[in-house]
């Protein structure tokens, strides 16, 4: 069988796609004799990833560029370039594993559970899981560097990047400024009370738990509990008032079930970094679902996917659109 190697070319010269990336790439490929193609997928990325990103902190929500890229651009046009130049297949770097139970496909967590990338596959079809290899998802993250460095190769001791990719020094607020500066619209700053005591110079700069930068005088530790883009406001409270136990998602892709069609007790995490706990989850109207914890659960954040799990099993995932908080009635 023919192996080929594909780097994706998106926008900023400084990330992780940059001229050294590629220079890495093509000399793994030539060590191991594959030929090696880049593709230029700036214009799709800027349009699919990037201008969605900015649109979402503009209305008040955190998106996931990943989950976004991946389903889109790494398994979306990635894919379909590589079924161009005749492969059958499109294998990953990424930590998790691809198995076909009955007549479906499965995502599974990684053997290296520090490791595992899952969460980010939530959005991945039937159809892309079939074309589609996860080797490195066996394996833990050392043995694969040892492994590397057996065969000699250069990227065998490449520093691991915890940053989007396409956000340079990871400084999103630059990174909004610089690309919507005239959408950015001031406004204040409000306790759970309605009192207005302080100033913000745009809702792009704030997310749901956030405490640094608020640039608030306070004899206590206060967090932004809520966003309001309506009114271009700012909720800030107590760190007790971050807690609750409901949200709704939408746009959901079912992985290992073909429909949700009544509700049903699963594990649910709301973000890469959260340990996935036990919920209740209930279809609503229109595809989405309603999610209700058995604990409370701290700053659930619009715009974050929220992905389901069944032991290691990924059953499904979707976009959290709303959480109560105790000051969305008087909203």
């Not at 890229?69 to 930590?95: E, P, V, W």
């Not at 009370?193 to 700069?205: M, S, T, V």
């Not at 959901?252 to 699963?266: D, G, Q, S």
Request: one cysteine or more.
């Amino acid at each position: 069988m023919d192996l080929l190697e594909l780097s994706c070319q998106i926008e900023k010269p400084d990330t992780c796609c940059s001229l050294q990336a590629f220079a890495d790439a093509r000399a793994v490929a030539d060590k191991l004799g594959i030929k090696h193609f880049v593709v230029d997928c700036k214009q799709e990325f800027t349009q699919r990833i990037i201008n969605p990103f900015v649109d979402e902190y503009l209305k008040g929500y955190t998106p996931n560029p990943c989950v976004a890229c991946n389903s889109m651009i790494k398994f979306g046009l990635l894919l379909d370039k590589a079924r161009q130049l005749g492969a059958r297949y499109l294998a990953t770097g990424h930590y998790a594993r691809i198995e076909q139970r009955d007549a479906r496909f499965v995502i599974r967590k990684g053997i290296d559970q520090t490791k595992d990338q899952s969460y980010f596959l939530c959005r991945l079809t039937q159809e892309q899981l079939s074309s589609t290899i996860m080797p490195l998802g066996n394996y833990q993250k050392t043995d694969v560097r040892k492994i590397a460095t057996r065969l000699d190769l250069k990227t065998a001791d490449k520093p691991e990047s915890q940053e989007i990719c396409f956000i340079p020094q990871n400084n999103y607020q630059e990174f909004i400024r610089q690309r919507a500066s005239n959408r950015l619209i001031p406004g204040n700053i409000m306790d759970k009370e309605g009192n207005i005591i302080g100033k913000h110079q745009g809702i792009a700069f704030y997310t749901i738990g956030q405490r640094r930068g608020l640039r608030i005088a306070a004899n206590k530790p206060i967090y932004v509990m809520h966003i309001d883009p309506n009114k271009n406001t700012i909720i800030v409270g107590d760190k007790a008032d971050l807690y609750c136990r409901r949200l709704t998602a939408k746009e959901m892709n079912w992985v290992a079930i073909p429909e949700l069609t009544e509700k049903i007790e699963i594990m649910a995490r709301i973000r890469y970094l959260h340990k996935e706990t036990k919920a209740v989850v209930s279809p609503l109207k229109d595809g989405q679902v309603s999610v209700e914890f058995y604990e409370p659960q701290q700053a659930i954040t619009p715009g974050q996917s929220v992905v389901f799990y069944r032991d290691d099993i990924v059953v499904g995932g979707g976009i959290i659109t709303h959480t109560p908080s105790k000051c969305n009635n008087r909203l």
